[in-house]
């Protein structure tokens, strides 16, 4: 029997269950790659095209930066070209905290080059670790700056900056004012003309490197506009001149303060401005704000007799009065007015318009305005400017008080005739004799040499040409005011001294002493006005005012070459021989018989 073939076996059936065969792995694999590839082309588009501009300005913003480039401050000068405030460069010593306190072990090298204490600036800079900037020190000298930046602390850069200088000190320090850290003006001068001298800075772009280093100058963003420059009226000669003969009178007299104001007649132009006591405004820390106060613009006296020209000009527009009619009964030196004692200190009996003023009598000027309408004196007075800013534009400046005329009483009318009553600044006092002495044209005081300043007919010439005659015989032997003669020179001014306001009505032994004056008197060119506050040595402002008049003026006559108009007529002692030499003697000491009555007398 043959045996059966062999049939062979069918393979088994594929477990329920078993993994996914080779070609499908293959599949996922390639499907993952897939997904990921498309989804870094996404984030690269993302990153490349959607958000591009963010993420540039990111990068930018820590490589690139907009500087700021430093501009000088436009230098001020006087009417001679000398320069009074000038902007010298410095550097600040910049830091990014954060880098500096990565470099701990620097600091102590770097505190000691910065001048303060370890501690200090760690503290400091940790403070301000979240800031990408932050001073360390403000305008440093460029030789000091170099040698903090040469320890190449990182993080630690330089920035030019300027500081103001002012080469006259305290000379000039009220007029000019002074800047801040930042360069921008703060009083005076410097504050009323800020936008005119900061210029405008620049910027650059910089790129730096992780330690804050500028590396690249990239492009200007805008360019740099230097400030300009100031041509004052002052002349520094006469405001030194004004400087030393004022401080020298207040030590002398031990007095409070004082100011003192010379200007140009023809023009308005502020020659010199004073006012003590004063501030170095090259180091302003620690001065206080009666220092860095210009009395001159901001503070107010009651004018005393410097006033009374005013009145007699109010007269002499009138029509009732002449420089010689009618004549005034002063009586003993006393006349009671609703109540009140209206005093000379000595009888001066009978006057001529012009004697009052040589007198410098009160009771006289009291009877010249009770014969003037109310209305058209008090319109005289607020035509010479007062009651009102000069208009000088100085930041600050006080306007003064005068009461409106229609509220007077006839007492108060009275007073205010002889400069009680009423206050003003010493510019406003100095600009109304500039008016009288320019043939009665009024001009704003200016402080900017060659400033347009038309002026304003205030009183007819020949009236500003007869008070000016009449204002000679005060400075003249016999008047109050003999110590105010220059040899070679006429001149005409009024002597004032008026009482201090107290609690309750005037103190009895303190006084302002002033004196304004005219020269030279037969061709007018400067007027000088002194103020001179609480003196303890002599208050009469013949004795404590004229005196500072005389030497101030004198030196500022020659230094602009002011030719004489006086030579051969009398000087203080007597006359001038014909040489110029004097032919008296020394000027005199005033006496109790050549003081004026409103000297010692009480509003």
Same mark, same amino acid.
């Given at each position: 029997?043959?045996?059966?073939?062999?049939?062979?076996?069918?393979?088994?059936?594929?477990?329920? !269950?078993?993994?996914?065969?080779?070609?499908?792995?293959?599949?996922?694999?390639?499907?993952?790659?897939?997904?990921?590839?498309?989804?870094?082309?996404?984030?690269?588009? =993302?990153?490349?095209?959607?958000?591009?501009?963010?993420?540039?300005?990111?990068?930018?913003?820590?490589?690139?930066?907009?500087?700021?480039?430093?501009?000088?401050?436009?230098?001020?000068?006087?009417?001679?070209?000398?320069?009074?405030?000038?902007?010298?460069?410095?550097?600040?010593?910049?830091?990014?905290?954060?880098?500096?306190?990565?470099?701990?072990?620097?600091?102590?090298?770097?505190?000691?080059?910065?001048?303060?204490?370890?501690?200090?600036? %760690?503290?400091?800079?940790?403070?301000?670790?979240?800031?990408?900037?932050?001073?360390?020190?403000?305008?440093?000298?460029?030789?000091?700056?170099?040698?903090?930046?040469?320890?190449?602390?990182?993080?630690?850069?330089?920035?030019?900056?300027?500081?103001?200088?002012?080469?006259?000190?305290?000379?000039?320090?009220?007029?000019?004012?002074?800047?801040?850290?930042?360069?921008? !003006?703060?009083?005076?001068?410097?504050?009323?003309?800020?936008?005119?001298?900061?210029? %405008?800075?620049?910027?650059?772009?910089?790129?730096?490197?992780?330690?804050?280093?500028?590396?690249?100058?990239?492009?200007?963003?805008?360019?740099?506009?230097?400030?300009?420059?100031?041509?004052?009226?002052?002349?520094?000669?006469?405001?030194?001149?004004?400087?030393?003969?004022?401080?020298?009178?207040?030590?002398?007299?031990?007095?409070?303060?004082?100011?003192?104001?010379?200007?140009?007649?023809?023009?308005?132009?502020?020659?010199?401005?004073?006012?003590? +006591?004063?501030?170095?405004?090259?180091?302003?820390?620690?001065?206080?704000?009666?220092?860095?106060?210009?009395?001159?613009?901001? =503070?107010?006296?009651?004018?005393?007799?410097?006033?009374?020209?005013?009145?007699?000009?109010?007269?002499?527009?009138?029509?009732?009065?002449?420089?010689?009619? +009618?004549?005034? =009964?002063?009586?003993?030196?006393?006349?009671?007015?609703?109540?009140?004692?209206?005093?000379? =200190?000595?009888?001066?009996?009978?006057?001529?318009?012009?004697?009052?003023?040589?007198?410098?009598?009160?009771?006289?000027?009291?009877?010249?305005?009770?014969?003037?309408?109310?209305?058209?004196?008090?319109?005289?007075?607020?035509?010479?400017?007062?009651?009102?800013?000069?208009?000088?534009?100085?930041?600050?400046?006080?306007?003064?008080?005068?009461?409106?005329?229609?509220?007077?009483?006839?007492?108060?009318?009275?007073?205010?005739?002889?400069?009680?009553?009423?206050?003003?600044?010493?510019?406003?006092?100095?600009?109304?004799?500039?008016?009288?002495?320019?043939?009665?044209?009024?001009?704003?005081?200016?402080?900017?040499?060659?400033?347009?300043?038309?002026?304003?007919?205030?009183?007819?010439?020949?009236?500003?040409?007869?008070?000016?005659?009449?204002?000679?015989?005060?400075?003249?032997?016999? !008047?109050?005011?003999?110590?105010?003669?220059?040899?070679?020179?006429?001149?005409?001014?009024?002597?004032?001294?008026?009482?201090?306001?107290?609690?309750?009505?005037?103190?009895?032994?303190?006084?302002?002493?002033?004196?304004?004056?005219?020269?030279?008197?037969?061709?007018?060119?400067?007027?000088?006005?002194?103020?001179?506050?609480?003196?303890?040595?002599?208050?009469?402002?013949?004795?404590?005012?004229? +005196?500072?008049?005389?030497?101030?003026?004198?030196?500022?006559?020659?230094?602009?070459?002011?030719?004489?108009?006086?030579?051969?007529?009398?000087?203080?002692?007597? +006359?001038?021989?014909?040489?110029? !030499?004097?032919?008296?003697?020394?000027?005199?000491?005033?006496?109790?018989?050549?003081?004026?009555?409103?000297?010692?007398?009480?509003?």
């Amino acid at each position: 029997m043959n045996p059966r073939p062999r049939i062979p076996a069918k393979p088994a059936a594929r477990r329920q !269950g078993a993994g996914p065969s080779a070609r499908r792995r293959m599949l996922l694999v390639i499907g993952v790659l897939g997904a990921a590839s498309v989804g870094l082309m996404a984030r690269a588009f =993302d990153l490349q095209v959607v958000r591009k501009q963010f993420y540039q300005d990111q990068g930018d913003a820590r490589f690139l930066r907009e500087v700021p480039i430093a501009v000088s401050r436009g230098t001020i000068l006087d009417r001679n070209g000398e320069p009074l405030a000038v902007s010298t460069p410095m550097v600040s010593i910049t830091a990014v905290p954060s880098e500096v306190l990565d470099n701990a072990d620097r600091i102590p090298a770097l505190a000691q080059a910065l001048g303060t204490t370890t501690d200090d600036l %760690k503290s400091y800079l940790e403070q301000r670790a979240d800031r990408e900037f932050a001073y360390l020190r403000r305008q440093m000298s460029p030789d000091a700056a170099q040698a903090v930046l040469n320890l190449g602390v990182p993080g630690v850069n330089g920035q030019r900056e300027y500081k103001r200088y002012y080469p006259s000190g305290e000379v000039t320090a009220h007029v000019l004012g002074f800047t801040n850290i930042d360069d921008h !003006g703060q009083e005076g001068l410097e504050l009323a003309f800020d936008s005119w001298l900061s210029g %405008k800075p620049g910027a650059k772009r910089v790129i730096r490197d992780r330690m804050g280093h500028t590396v690249e100058d990239v492009e200007q963003v805008r360019a740099p506009q230097p400030g300009q420059n100031l041509t004052l009226s002052l002349d520094r000669r006469i405001q030194f001149l004004a400087y030393s003969e004022l401080k020298k009178q207040l030590d002398d007299v031990q007095a409070d303060s004082g100011e003192m104001v010379v200007l140009d007649v023809r023009t308005g132009e502020i020659l010199a401005m004073v006012s003590l +006591p004063t501030y170095n405004p090259n180091a302003v820390t620690g001065t206080n704000g009666s220092q860095r106060r210009n009395r001159a613009v901001t =503070d107010v006296v009651e004018p005393g007799s410097t006033m009374k020209p005013f009145t007699m000009a109010a007269a002499l527009s009138s029509g009732k009065f002449t420089p010689t009619s +009618p004549l005034i =009964d002063t009586g003993n030196g006393h006349f009671m007015y609703y109540g009140h004692d209206i005093h000379d =200190d000595s009888a001066n009996g009978v006057l001529t318009p012009t004697g009052v003023l040589t007198k410098s009598s009160n009771v006289g000027a009291a009877k010249i305005a009770i014969q003037l309408d109310t209305q058209f004196l008090y319109d005289s007075y607020r035509a010479f400017g007062f009651g009102d800013s000069t208009g000088s534009g100085f930041p600050g400046e006080s306007a003064g008080f005068l009461k409106v005329g229609h509220t007077w009483r006839p007492l108060e009318k009275a007073i205010v005739a002889y400069g009680y009553g009423m206050n003003l600044t010493p510019l406003q006092l100095a600009n109304a004799y500039a008016t009288l002495a320019d043939d009665g044209v009024m001009h704003s005081p200016t402080f900017i040499k060659g400033a347009d300043n038309p002026g304003k007919q205030i009183v007819s010439p020949q009236i500003a040409h007869e008070l000016v005659t009449m204002l000679e015989t005060v400075t003249a032997p016999g !008047g109050t005011a003999t110590h105010a003669q220059i040899a070679n020179y006429a001149v005409a001014g009024k002597t004032g001294t008026a009482h201090l306001a107290a609690v309750g009505g005037y103190a009895k032994n303190n006084y302002n002493s002033l004196f304004a004056g005219i020269v030279p008197a037969t061709d007018p060119r400067l007027v000088g006005v002194i103020v001179i506050n609480n003196p303890k040595k002599g208050y009469f402002g013949g004795d404590v005012s004229a +005196p500072v008049f005389q030497r101030v003026m004198d030196g500022a006559l020659r230094l602009l070459d002011i030719p004489p108009d006086n030579i051969g007529r009398w000087y203080v002692g007597g +006359p001038v021989q014909a040489g110029g !030499g004097l032919a008296g003697n020394a000027p005199p000491q005033s006496s109790q018989a050549d003081t004026s009555a409103e000297e010692v007398a009480e509003p």
